[in-house]
């Protein structure tokens, strides 16, 4: 999008999936849209104008087509300026669901002098009209592509304002610590030199706080991008069951028949908020079987591929020559061993022979079949998918790359600033503090180019 002066037009879009459903919205933005939309909209109530009414109504009536035919029986919503979701006069038409219905609405909207929108057009007006700071616009399309429960509660902590307030905290501080060394520099006999201690724990404290937003950060793409989670292990180890009491349904088929599985199953599902694409494997061994053969190539493409494996070893049969012929293929990799059939009244595994031949690996000791140690098994996927991250005091925050980036440049200008604080002149200090603000500065917006503005709004789908 070229310049600024574009957002006075008036732009409209389907913001509603296509395909059949209830309904479709029509959403219309701009200073005219209202006036231009009652020229072809019928009012079921003689006498109503849509162009009079207050915001936050709706009003039910016709669509009319170009040669005032009734097209479609739809619901407008009025939302006046500034109380909408773009700042701007905003109306939606609620038109019945379908492609056709849709689209002969839009059609005939743009008729009246109205544009299609640019892709994330709307939340960009929101934007640059004030309504929505630059995290919370970003937070929009992490809320529409949230994979899980815990992806949606950060999208939508971000969505309310909760980073800015983190940053808006730490730019406060930060305009404190440079008013402090201003004043030391231009009223030296009033005021003194500049408090070292006092600036230095301000300093550490901001720091802090900075590193606890960028530890966030390396989380949230954990849950907003999830992991790929492979189960192998030689045939007949419980694999497919696994899956199945992972998934909470009979998705793999369980006998006690060697082999059963020919093929990778994916499925997904979420653990502990993290969205895992979970494979189940074919057994690997050695075979003649060519359609069994194929299944074990892929199983082993795939187990290469993923974020995590979880290998799994059979207590009533001990470890084999298979099982140490797959983990000399797998040990290299991020790694829960699982110890399966722990119902078995015989085990044939202990401890000191996994320690032996595993050393150094987490192990879970569990029942695929009676679902026993699988809540464990899911805290150890968390803490691996994780990195071993977690602290107590982290934040529960989304920070996207664009922020992160931001939150480095900011830690770096402090950082010079600690190193050479009683080393320099106060207005050197103050250059890496300026610095640490328009870096802060470019997370909500205040600082951004429109270049950078641009990139913010690539992936937003058109009508959002």
Not at 97 to 125: D, H, K, N, S, Y
Not at 190 to 211: C, D, F, H, N, R
Not at 341 to 349: Q, T, V, Y
Request: negative net charge; charged residues 30%.
């Amino acid at each position: 999008m070229q310049g600024l002066d574009m957002f006075y037009d008036d732009i409209a879009a389907i913001s509603t999936p296509p395909g059949e459903g209830g309904i479709a919205i029509i959403r219309l933005s701009g200073g005219q849209v209202i006036e231009k939309a009652s020229k072809i909209f019928r009012p079921y109530q003689d006498g109503v104008d849509i162009s009079k009414k207050a915001g936050y109504s709706l009003t039910l009536g016709w669509i009319k087509d170009e040669t005032g035919e009734d097209l479609d029986e739809v619901l407008i919503a009025l939302m006046r300026a500034p109380r909408s979701y773009t700042g701007e006069d905003t109306l939606e038409i609620h038109c019945h669901g379908g492609v056709l219905p849709a689209r002969r609405c839009l059609e005939t909207v743009l008729r009246q002098g109205i544009r299609i929108a640019e892709p994330g057009e709307f939340t960009r007006r929101a934007f640059l009209n004030g309504r929505l700071d630059a995290s919370q616009a970003e937070a929009v399309i992490e809320v529409i592509r949230a994979k899980s429960e815990k992806s949606m509660k950060l999208a939508v902590k971000q969505l309310s304002g909760h980073n800015s307030e983190y940053i808006h905290t730490l730019e406060d501080r930060l305009l404190e610590l440079n008013a402090m060394v201003e004043a030391s520099l231009d009223f030296p006999d009033e005021v003194g030199e500049l408090e070292y201690k006092k600036a230095e724990a301000t300093i550490l404290e901001s720091l802090a706080v900075i590193e606890r937003l960028i530890r966030a950060g390396k989380r949230a793409d954990i849950y907003r991008k999830g992991i790929a989670a492979a189960i192998c292990g030689k045939p007949n180890v419980g694999k497919s069951s696994l899956l199945n009491v992972l998934l909470k349904k009979e998705r793999a088929i369980v006998t006690s028949i060697p082999g059963t599985t020919r093929d990778v199953i994916e499925e997904q599902l979420s653990i502990k908020g993290i969205p895992v694409r979970l494979i189940d494997t074919a057994g690997i061994r050695a075979t003649e079987d060519i359609v069994e053969k194929i299944g074990v190539e892929r199983s082993r493409e795939v187990i290469r591929e993923a974020d995590l494996v979880i290998f799994l070893l059979d207590l009533g049969t001990g470890i084999t020559a298979e099982d140490l012929a797959i983990y000399k293929e797998i040990k290299h990799r991020n790694l829960i061993i699982l110890a399966n059939k722990e119902d078995l009244e015989k085990k044939h595994i202990t401890e000191d022979e996994l320690g032996h031949y595993f050393p150094g690996v987490r192990v879970v000791w569990a029942s695929a079949r009676e679902d026993k140690g699988i809540e464990e098994l899911e805290d150890r996927v968390e803490e691996m998918a994780l990195g071993g991250e977690l602290h107590s005091d982290d934040l529960e925050i989304m920070v996207n790359l664009r922020q992160r980036e931001a939150l480095i440049r900011a830690r770096e200008h402090l950082e010079d600033v600690l190193q050479v604080m009683q080393a320099v002149p106060l207005d050197c200090l103050g250059v890496d503090i300026w610095g640490a603000l328009e870096a802060l500065g470019e997370i909500t917006g205040k600082n951004l180019k429109e270049e950078v503005i641009d990139r913010m709004f690539t992936d937003f789908c058109i009508g959002k």
